[in-house]
């Protein structure tokens, strides 16, 4: 019944960014249907959340794909690294080690569309001299993501230092009264420094997206 | 016990945007004590969600202050639009005329900063060719911010048709399932459409900072 | 314990819709045990949530059983397409491909009824041209199922196009504060377009009753 | 700022139901205005949610307008009952004494478009003889409102007695953890009958919208 | 660690009912360990939660238990069903066969106590015939425990048939608005009907705890 | 439109509790409406959540009821205490004052259908010894009814201490997490005490139909 | 009715902190009947949640009572500052001006039991040096207590930076998101630096009494 | 991408408690790899959540470290139980034996530490007698640590009971409307007894992080 699905394949021309596959509830050949389908068209191929043992089976039968496994995406005929079309970087944030997932799925998002990106990983707010001690890197970016679970507190902090906007990823990260990253959800949306906006738990796709908004020219 | 309150003054140096007084919680004595020190310093003076009793008092007591009343917010000292500032101007668009007063008072905080702003109401979902036929005020624009209650469903409809980025505002206008804007900002967070960022319920002031961090050049 | 168990045969009579099995909890040989005693009054069968697994052993032990992968379901007796008895068709919409086993379970709840259905997948309103291009299969339709995850936008949209009576489902697709489908629940329920009712989240067999019971002469 | 407003005056010949003030928000003067820019149209007017208050002020300003107290409704141009234009009646139930405005509510939007109406109310679950010894009002309908708040379990008692469609409003009638109609919500959701979809707490204008579009010829 | 455990075996006496094992979190090893303890006192064994993997484990060891696959209960020493003890017999109505287990939870908690008992099985509100037709059953009971699922609406139903008391023990039965068993839980709180008392979620177990309570002499 | 309202007059003959008047929503206009009603029956009258502004307008016009203000509620043709309809006495006791508005809702409720009654109030968790030193109360009563607010832990220390049903009421006081009492009604439908089972928050009245049905003879 | 109540006199030997008249809920005359009760025992009085209007009628009455006007709590007999009976002093931290009448309640409650007790308002994240500024009085202190709303992160970053017990208070300032306070409890709960415990929402006065007991010699 | 990971090394400096590995999402192969890292600088080292199979790979890399079952946790370099840096011992007790795993993850941490610890396990509020018979081990802690599930109410009990803080630690234990745990922390948080504060869900290491900032001199 694929049969009838309306890829929206004008998506770039209309919004600068392709459709892309969100592999979560799909199967190894569903994926690779619909892989083969952009692969046609020759544009940049992007699949999100697609585990280990799916991967295996799409890259085998389409071994142009490349798969990144900590972020869990497939991607083809990526672009070169083109700062000219972009403002500046994007500076991605991570506040423990255990979000770096999410962290990475902005940055393989970002660097397959060729958007500069730079990182700063496990420097959350319990140890605050990590991130003073990277304050250039912060205050040069054009665009910031911070990726942060628990209580999420990150994104605040680094508002309250940058004029550049904060877009805020809550993770999953945590247990008990975390609920699965509704904790850090609520807090980036309370956010009492000025310009932060924030996307779904977990959501580094759609970090990336809004970045490549903001920062293509 | 306002005399061990620390304001920020530094607040624009570091982040582009002065520190705006919250006016929910306090007596109309506290905000006129907290004015009085800005005014002091001599810069932009934001007041949010202060409603008219409170504001026909403090006006008395400083009558350098202007008053929006359906934004309900006292501002001094704005700033005249500089475009050269700025990338280009700001589009606000609110789905019913009950999210005006949200959308309003993004408005507000935007051009007391001097920031270039358009507006287009009453513009929501169900009645979709009243979209289709601003289209040009839309992509023209280099930001765009979306407030909408109920379903909350603008922001992924514009998401799909621009390529800059959105800033979605839930609002909470509604009643039962709407949860008092709990529909709208789960509606957003899950846009599945690219470059859409949320903020709080009811936040046009935090749009407003979002969209001066983005276009202020 | 089955055997004290109270098949209600008369269901069809007083509402139009025969007893279904719901599958989810139950054993194979629960399930075996409940359908035979449905296969001896030689009426239709229909068996919802049936899994892969659960599906190979029952159909080994009641091989006139059809099992219908995608949409989780296990049928007898089907009736044939009977459009005498329907006022016209009923169309089913998926926003995402990844709805489409929530519309396929209401598409063969309907067809083993012997109800009219056309279908439109994968039309969702980030590229809302997909929808616009099939207004036709909307406005011929004499009623509308829509199956939609993440922020259910799509009944809004095309309850303000059409006259007809739209039966939103939401589905679980989505993740983080999707809430296994409240996020696009509460979108539903909220729809500011007219004509726009609400089943169950996944619920594609009870949006077919609704169908069943709005359509059939 | 209201005159930046697109009001959506195509809306009847899109979806048959006029576009209708939602007056919960709104001052008297705002009510008054689009109520003026609607008569001058010549159409139906329908305003929902204005409470006594205003309804008085806006009944001086504009005194064709009849206000409905119990259904908390303002109309203009009503259609007169039109059974040419229906395939039946529509029944209107409700559960307590307690739901009977949100009953009205439906039953002043159906007749004002013409639509005829039968009502039953105060007829719970706790005391079912009242529902079975007036079985003939639901076998004889086309469509069935049932209005019902704490535990919201009359729609599946009738959606097991009838074939006919069922529409479901949750009312905010009950305390403690009914939370405000969430518990009838859910209830009505989660209706082991078949033929029952649900609208938002408290929509009985939402339900006479999916009565007309079903029973409207 | 489980050696500085302080059983309370005095419960029996204080309030006539055993302390039970609480098998869900435990390993084998750990219920086999408490089970001894126990059954060195020569007192009624009731341990609740208890899957089919561990049971077998725990069986081997301990041979002298009984397990009740259905329940998920492992008993010994049970009382023989002893009238004169008790006021009357306690009903259990499940309201679809997915709750029996529910129901059986509480059927061999009160036959291991020794409580006459009398079941009904999948009698629930979509076809109210089945309660009706069986009404001798109910009002000649000294207690009657409702066990549901989804909407829960069974013991409201019942409660407004009879004058003996109703324990309502909402299962987790159905899904998405379900919320593994909330629907039910609240619809229960809620119930307009007099005489009904709820437990938790799946709590057979508690149901005949109070029916116990309620109906020993 | 009380008009159409089926008042079940015969549910005394069915549940051994008449239908009773919730004052919650109704204007004292319609009280008086039902109040006379039920007073040509000559049965008890009983109305609850019954405000003090309301009840002297009902009073004024119907002088036969009385007016209990700290359980606001109304009612006329009480029944004298009538211990030889019961197996013995209910105790209702109260964790602290704020509590003592619910356990009289319950107390009045009883105490009107004849039903014999002792109390023990503000005996709350925080000093164990005041329950401690009552417990020939607690262990000659033939039911108990437990109200507390918070965190709702009175009905466990109780359970474990005597072997007659506890009725758990939660009640909505306390603050902050308590959300207007789901603090306590989580914590009593998780009692771990034997015997407890629980009603709606701030049901007193429902806590005293469950004893009735419980204690009635 | 308060005539049954027993004050719980001992609370003080067993626990170092006296009963404490929780306002909210009650009358001036129930406050006076009790507060009268204390007075003669002359103990320490505290009363919590007094609005000035209560407290007005409060005070006529018993003129020895003391009110705080932005602590709404009433106190006699208060200890005088007693630096012998404790380890060092409270530090008490608000993060911004609106958070004030929380730090206040504790600050009250401190030095009415002779507690030494340091206070820092204003001093949220979006400002970072403020708290750096103050490092010595953080670091100085036995115990801090901090009272924040929104995002709830001061604790977090207190917690980072000091090795004295943090007790965070989350207030209910916010609008939206902040769900009166439960963005910050979740973010407190679930902050990731060591020595950090949580209490009620709004809950000065409990922070205070953790404060007590552990700096209490 | 461990690479750019920033350890935060002076944690112990500045709060008196190591950086610890939280072992949740991670591999084997990264906690070996921070382990070392660890292990390098010869401190302290404490990882959580680490299930036994993920352990056995770690212990085999690192055969220094100890694996503890029941806690989850891995540790290296412990002290030797050193009095003379504390003010006493700390208490735990655990309600049930279904949460002596939460206890053990304090005691384990606690003793790593080398903070004096005593334990009491299994002594819940449905038997009231366990604690009151252990009242000397109560009165003679310098801090109590309370895990307990279900209802959680334990520490009201205990708090109204002693002098000294209370750390109130919430465990998932129980089912239904238990919630992992929900119910359980909403009653601590709410608790009416003085001194009490809480950790999150199944936090014993927060629990013991806060008794180490409280007890160590
Ligand atoms: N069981 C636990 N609960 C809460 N926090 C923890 C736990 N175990 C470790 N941590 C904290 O988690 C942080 C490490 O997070 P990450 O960098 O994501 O591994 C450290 O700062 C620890 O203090
Ligand atoms: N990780 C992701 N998060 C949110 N949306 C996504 C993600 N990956 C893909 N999408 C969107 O999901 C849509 C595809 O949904 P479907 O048709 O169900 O596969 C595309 O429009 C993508 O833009
Ligand atoms: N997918 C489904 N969703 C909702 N209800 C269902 C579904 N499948 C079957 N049912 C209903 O579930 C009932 C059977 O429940 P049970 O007796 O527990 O098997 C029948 O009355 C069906 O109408
Ligand atoms: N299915 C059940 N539901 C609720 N409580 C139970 C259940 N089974 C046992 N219990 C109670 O759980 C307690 C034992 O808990 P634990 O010490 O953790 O094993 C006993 O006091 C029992 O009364
Ligand atoms: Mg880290
Ligand atoms: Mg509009
Ligand atoms: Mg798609
Ligand atoms: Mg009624
Ligand atoms: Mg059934
Ligand atoms: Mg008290
Ligand atoms: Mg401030
Ligand atoms: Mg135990």
């Given at each position: 019944?694929?049969d009838?699905a309306?890829?929206?394949h004008q998506?770039t021309?209309?919004?600068g960014?392709?459709?892309?596959?969100?592999?979560a509830?799909?199967?190894?050949?569903?994926i690779?249907?619909?892989?083969?389908?952009?692969?046609?068209?020759?544009?940049?191929?992007?699949?999100t959340?697609?585990?280990?043992?799916?991967?295996?089976?799409v890259?085998?039968?389409?071994?142009?794909?490349?798969y990144?496994?900590?972020?869990?995406?497939?991607?083809?005929n990526?672009?070169?690294e083109?700062p000219?079309?972009?403002r500046?970087?994007?500076a991605?944030i991570?506040?423990g080690?255990?979000?770096?997932?999410?962290?990475?799925?902005?940055?393989i998002?970002?660097?397959?569309?060729?958007?500069?990106?730079?990182?700063?990983?496990?420097?959350?707010?319990?140890g605050?001299?990590r991130i003073l001690?990277?304050?250039?890197?912060?205050?040069?970016?054009e665009?910031i993501?911070?990726?942060?679970?628990?209580e999420g507190?990150?994104?605040?902090?680094?508002?309250?230092l940058?004029?550049r906007?904060?877009?805020?990823?809550?993770?999953?990260?945590?247990?008990?009264?975390s609920?699965?990253?509704?904790a850090a959800?609520?807090?980036?949306?309370?956010s009492?420094?000025?310009g932060?906006a924030?996307?779904?738990i977990?959501?580094?796709?759609?970090?990336?997206?809004?970045?490549?908004?903001i920062?293509?020219?």
């Open positions: 019944t694929l009838n309306c890829l929206d998506r021309l209309r919004t960014i392709p459709e892309v596959i969100f592999g509830g799909k199967t190894p050949e569903q690779i249907s619909i892989a083969s389908a952009f692969l046609k068209q020759n544009t940049i191929l992007l699949a959340r697609v585990n280990e043992e799916k991967a295996a089976i890259t085998e039968a389409l071994p142009s794909l490349t990144y496994q900590e972020a869990h995406m497939l991607t083809c990526e672009q070169r083109s000219d079309n972009y500046g970087y994007t991605i991570s506040a080690t255990s979000d770096i997932p999410v962290a990475e799925e902005a940055r998002t970002l660097s397959t569309l060729g958007h500069p990106v730079k990182t700063l990983y496990d420097a959350g707010v319990a605050l001299h001690n990277h304050s250039s890197l912060l205050s040069a970016a665009v993501i911070v990726a942060a679970g628990m507190a990150l994104p605040s902090v680094i508002g309250g940058v004029s906007p904060v877009i805020a990823v809550p993770t999953s990260i945590g247990y008990g009264a609920f699965s990253g509704i959800l609520l807090g980036m949306l309370n009492c420094a000025p932060v924030v996307v779904n977990d959501n580094g796709f759609g970090a990336a997206c809004m970045a490549e908004a920062n293509r020219i």
